[in-house]
């Protein structure tokens, strides 16, 4: 009569605990870990984390109770459902008063082709521009779409180069920059920069430079990409014709062989006044600037997968082999970086089969330049619950986790040690010899440790000022940019786990949405947040609905339409 009958897919031992402590009774399915005929893919830290549960259980003598309680409601509508597959229930066939975890259609922003599609809807939703936290991106299998990335490719070169020739010439927009301090990595620094890049370490090696020709060249294809941006051609000339492919072509092989190899470049005075005046321009014009480095390195993702996994297979065993200080793949892995456009397009079968399913595989503009700690990269999973779509209604999670890399941070080393936090990839890694003593052993920080270490570099409110209001606009922004595309249904909810890197300024840089985040316990850390973030939506969904006023936890409503 009161309705508390419910049915969990999978190992969710915190979820069973919490709701058979509210005085619900579980119905079990016919087969473990199944909903219809869907089977569930266990993880193994998940499946141990079941058997813990059920030991505890029978110690305390409530397996024989529950199992008997459990006959008693098999034939009963159960009210609340939580699976980890949102496929494994149609929710067409649910009764109203059934409550389930999961949204319909939801990959309109939870992979990363639905993700890199929609947001580019968000300025008809929302004055917000996606450009200032999401990193361009692109989906290969559209034709429109690689060759626009094609075109993004290029003039992100012809940029870079213009910043490496003034790093070349030792001249960094004198009074907007402040030289690393001794042993300081690049990213360490946290305090107030300019967008122009500072110095890389330089890798100029010997032999005759460029002639000023390239130069030339970048400068006078980022004066017409400033003139289609809005502006009048800086210096009032008359264009200068526009680039034929083979141009292209030749240009990037000489920007590799400056970028990448070392080879030294001659700059004139006059053509250094002209990149200190194109390179603040377009710092006014284009929000992603300063993040996007001057190695033009991309990053190639399946798009519809999670985890760093990917349909087309391939281990990271082993490093792959290098061409001019770039890593280039035997063969396509799930994730991979790269620096080179050849590259991205042969991974992705850009050239070699246009045919390829849209969608299918997406590229993405690499932060260069993030946050790092102690010389190291690390991401941050943030979860948000959704209520309603219809009111759009969010709740942010106050506590996250960050993810260390194994290995320290190097643009000139593109292996995913250093690149890719997901703990999927970097537990196939042992920690780098001479790894930081104050990283964490297991890879996880608490958000909380992450405050007390922005404190202790003088960056004290850059977390409350900076990253979370920033994090905040870019999970309501991905959302509303999707909201007419996911099935709004009153009876459900669902949590999610956002992804985001911070920039130098300390900006949040979303990467990707989840559904159905891992709860896996993967450290200390984890396993207290997860069972944290669970016990809190069960609060929202069920204690609130009960008792408007009720506590919810580490949750916050940030966003009710």
Known sequence: ??????????????????????????????????????????????????QQQQEEEEEEGDAD????ASRLVQDQVPYFIWTNCCGAVNCRLLRQDQVVNHYAQAGAFTTKEGLCLNLRNLPWFDQADPDTFFPRCYRLGATDERQAFIEDFRL?????????????????????????KSGEEPGEHLGPRSHIPHPMPSTAGPGHPQPPQLVEA??????????????????????????????WDRFLRDYYHV?????????????????QAVLRHLEGRLPQLGMEGDRNIWILKPGAKSRGRGKAGGKWGAWAPCQGGVPLSLHPPGIVCTARLEEVLRLAGGRTAPSVRAGEWVVQKYVERPLLIFGTKFDVRQ?????????????????SYLRFCSWPFSLRRLDPARHLCNVSIQKQYKPARGRHPL???DHTWSCRQFQAYLA??????????????????????????????????????????????????????LLEINASPTMAPSSTVTSRLCAGVQRDTLRVVIDRRDDPTCPTGAFELIYKE
Not at 11 to 34: F, H, N, Q, T
Not at 237 to 244: A, F, L
């Open 383 to 399: 979860w948000f619950l959704v209520t309603n779509w219809n009111p759009l209604t969010v709740w942010f999670y106050r506590e």
């Open 259 to 275: 970028a990448h190899e070392g080879a030294r470049l001659a700059l004139s005075g006059a053509q250094r006044e002209r990149c």
């Open 1 to 50: 009569q009161e309705k508390k009958i419910f049915t969990v897919q999978g190992p969710s031992p915190v979820i069973r605990s919490l709701l058979r402590a509210r005085g619900w009774v579980e119905r079990k399915l016919p087969s473990a870990g199944r909903v219809g005929s869907r089977p569930e893919q266990h993880h193994g830290s998940q499946e141990k984390q079941l």
């Open 65 to 68: 109770e529950q199992g008997e």
């Open 218 to 247: 970048a400068l006078q294809v980022c004066e017409q990409h400033l003139g289609s941006l809005g502006h009048q051609d800086i210096d009032g000339d008359t264009p200068s014709p526009r680039m034929t492919a083979t141009d």
């Open 156 to 180: 992100t070169a012809a940029r870079s180069l213009l910043k490496v020739a003034l790093e070349r010439a030792g001249d960094v927009l004198a009074g907007t920059e402040q030289s690393p």
């Open 439 to 441: 990283l964490p052993p």
């Open 456 to 509: 202790q570099v003088g960056q004290a409110g850059a977390w409350h000022q900076v990253m979370v209001p920033g994090m905040k606009a870019a999970v309501v922004g991905a959302l509303r940019s999707a909201q007419d595309l996911v099935g709004s249904r009153k009876g459900s909810f669902e949590l999610y786990g956002a992804d985001f890197v911070f920039g130098e300024d300390c900006q949040p840089w």
